[in-house]
């Protein structure tokens, strides 16, 4: 009995010797490591990296550094990249054209190649996320492009439109103060097609130039100073062009019939309110409507 007593005494000793002699083993580990520096996963994932120099690492400490760091961190970033801004400004500032291209592509294409190893890190699941975010973008901005392109293609065809009605317009005037009133007929060319279209306030219509100028001409066989001088009122809406104008003149030679007789001349004066509208193709007149009151031209020259 005294001999099993001895023994199990013993086997307790033992074993309490063995765990000090462990105990001091494991603090001077731990105080060697805090003297060396060392990695240390004590505190699961937070610490696995930190290096410890005179202390053992703690999650806690790590945290609040970390912040601390990050907020630092952020803000010297911040600071640094503005810094770098005014430094490309300023660079910018003395380069070329070509320099100043050349740096674009430069920095453009760095910035594709950051976008390439971006997308080689993301898995499939992200990459497909991506691939479909940047087709929609284009697709808005295709979509943006060719409204600006509609845009700015209706205002382009206003404008066209808007010149073409002016130079009408200012060929109409030439056509009528110069032209018209100063029996020019070798100009009429520049404002009437050689196949014009002419409607007459007596119902008549011809065609062609040539039948034009020659009932123009007999308007002046008994009227030699029929005159156009202004146009109160010019209106043009695409390739139509209306004016409203006042002839006049004086019944002073006699008057040829169809019939070969004439009138013989009265003396008398007319000023008549007339109305002309063109259709334009190609900067001249292809059809053209004369508008004016018959009646009345007959009662100022003594005829009805």
């Known amino acids: 009995m ?4 001895t023994a199990v005494v013993f086997s307790i000793v033992i074993l309490l010797t063995v765990s000090v002699v462990a105990s001091i083993d494991l603090s001077q580990t731990a105080d060697a490591t805090k003297a060396k520096g060392t990695t240390t996963q ?37 600071e640094k990249m503005k810094q770098r801004h005014l430094q490309m400004l300023e660079k910018m500032k003395s380069m070329s054209k070509m320099k100043m291209i050349d740096s674009m592509k430069s920095m453009m294409s760095e910035h594709h190649d950051m976008k390439i190893e971006k997308m080689n890190q993301m898995d499939r699941q992200e990459l497909l996320k991506h691939i479909e975010k940047m087709l929609d973008k284009m697709s808005k901005d295709s979509h943006d492009n060719k409204d600006d392109m509609h845009h700015e293609d209706s205002d382009e065809k206003h404008k066209t439109a808007e010149r073409l009605a002016k130079q009408h317009l200012e060929t109409f005037d030439e056509l009528d103060f110069d032209v018209f009133t ?3 007929w070798n100009r009429l060319y520049e404002s009437h097609s050689q196949d014009i279209i002419v409607h007459w306030p007596d119902g008549r219509t011809t065609v062609g130039i040539e039948p034009h100028i020659e009932d123009l001409k007999a308007m002046f066989v008994y009227a030699p100073d029929t005159r156009i001088e202004q146009h109160p009122v010019k209106i043009a809406s695409g390739p139509w062009t209306s004016v409203i104008g006042e002839i006049e003149g004086t019944f002073t030679e006699p008057m040829p019939l169809p019939d070969g007789s004439t009138i013989q001349p009265t003396g008398k004066s007319f000023k008549l309110i007339m109305n002309t509208v063109g259709y334009w193709e190609n900067g001249v007149m292809t059809e ?11 009662k100022q020259i003594g005829l009805a």
């Open 182 to 184: 100063n029996q020019q």
């Open 288 to 298: 053209e409507y004369l508008f004016w009151d018959n009646l009345e031209f007959m």
């Open 2 to 5: 005294n001999k099993q007593l």
């Open 42 to 78: 004590k505190y699961g994932s937070a610490t696995k990296s930190l290096v410890c120099g005179d202390k053992l690492c703690s999650e806690v400490e790590h945290s609040e550094s970390d912040k601390g760091k990050h907020g630092e961190s952020s803000h010297g970033d911040k």
